[in-house]
């Protein structure tokens, strides 16, 4: 005989001894739910069912309830995070392709964009975890200071920016330490497709062909999962940075061992400590530990694909641009808007 199993489950224990079951299944909802509708009962004693048996049947219907349900809520929250990764990710082309057509139109400022990366990021002391690149640079008190001269035209492109992504950005404004590391990155970039179009003779169709073609633009996959830095409140302190044209090596060394790099970043990083990055290799090159590296990333410049010099820069940049940061992986994101079936006209 066929029977409802929840409305029978107590008058089945004293009167049934053996049961065979058959579920009966039903396709998934839009919730994900299988239900456990029927059980099929063969009577072939005297006896009552086992109460053994019946909660396992019961338990069975429970744990199928369970499964389906969790499968839909893993479904809706895979689903929402590839909507806010595809947000994020659009917002930052966007973010991209703006500050390309600034630095297009300022070349010469491309110089101070790196070291107005470098210093927001050298602020980072390990010992109490402060500083770091969180966007303190730009307070009038921090960016007056003799390590920051010369860097105001720089933020004054960062603040140029700022404006524009502000008013195309539906997830809020974008914070300026993202604002700044991200110029530091598309200044590379101009550096690395400049050098391109020099190695085809000036010809700008072909050397956009040839970064293209060796550029490491893959690279940059780390660096640009780490968007969603938060702005400091308050300028970090002061002496935590040395005014690069005039330290020694020493003085740089002892800065980057401070916050965990050694001679090969200094060295890959040089384009960033002040405006003439021959001279700071130069004097670099007077030291027997960071000679090596100069060498080696100025054979690597020579070469058609750059490969060493960009892949070691692109890391040591990374890995530099994210000292102390917890990473908000939901900035820039927004809600969808949610669409009104009953009012399409179908």
Avoid at 123 to 134: E, R
Avoid at 145 to 162: F, H, M, Q
Avoid at 186 to 193: E, H
């Amino acid at each position: 005989m066929s029977v409802s199993f929840l409305s029978t489950v107590s008058s089945l224990v004293p009167t049934l001894s053996t049961c065979k079951t058959t579920v009966t299944r039903y396709p998934t909802t839009n919730l994900g739910v299988v239900r456990c509708q029927k059980i099929e009962t063969d009577v072939s004693s005297e006896d009552g069912l086992r109460r053994r048996d019946v909660l396992k049947c019961f338990g069975a219907t429970i744990g199928m309830e369970l499964i389906g349900s969790s499968g839909s809520f893993v479904e809706m929250a895979s689903a929402a995070d590839l909507i806010q990764r595809r947000q994020r990710s659009e917002f930052q082309s966007n973010v991209k392709g703006t500050f390309l057509t600034l630095i297009k139109g300022k070349p010469d400022l491309i110089p101070s964009l790196l070291t107005l990366a470098l210093n927001d990021i050298m602020t980072y002391d390990k010992a109490t975890k402060s500083g770091g690149p969180n966007g303190s640079i730009r307070f009038s008190s921090e960016i007056s200071r003799p390590e920051n001269k010369g860097l105001s035209a720089a933020l004054d492109l960062i603040e140029e920016a700022k404006k524009e992504i502000d008013s195309y950005s539906k997830g809020g404004p974008i914070s300026y330490a993202d604002l700044i590391q991200y110029a530091a990155q598309s200044a590379l970039k101009a550096t690395f497709l400049a050098s391109a179009i020099r190695k085809c003779g000036g010809n700008v169709e072909k050397g956009g062909l040839l970064y293209t073609a060796y550029g490491s633009s893959g690279q940059w996959g780390l660096f640009d999962r780490q968007f969603g830095r938060t702005d400091a409140l308050e300028p970090d302190p002061e002496g935590r940075i040395p005014q690069w044209e005039k330290a020694t090596v020493q003085e740089m060394k002892d800065k980057f061992s401070a916050v965990g790099f050694g001679p090969r970043q200094l060295a890959v990083m040089s384009a960033f400590l002040g405006p003439d990055q021959t001279a700071t290799e130069a004097l670099l090159a007077t030291d027997p530990d960071v000679a090596p590296w100069i060498q080696k990333y100025q054979r690597s410049r020579e070469t058609v694909s750059e490969t060493d010099y960009e892949v070691d820069l692109i890391t040591s940049l990374t890995k530099l641009s994210s000292l102390g940061q917890q990473i908000n992986y939901e900035a820039y994101t927004y809600p969808v808007r949610k669409i009104d079936l009953s009012k399409l006209k179908l």
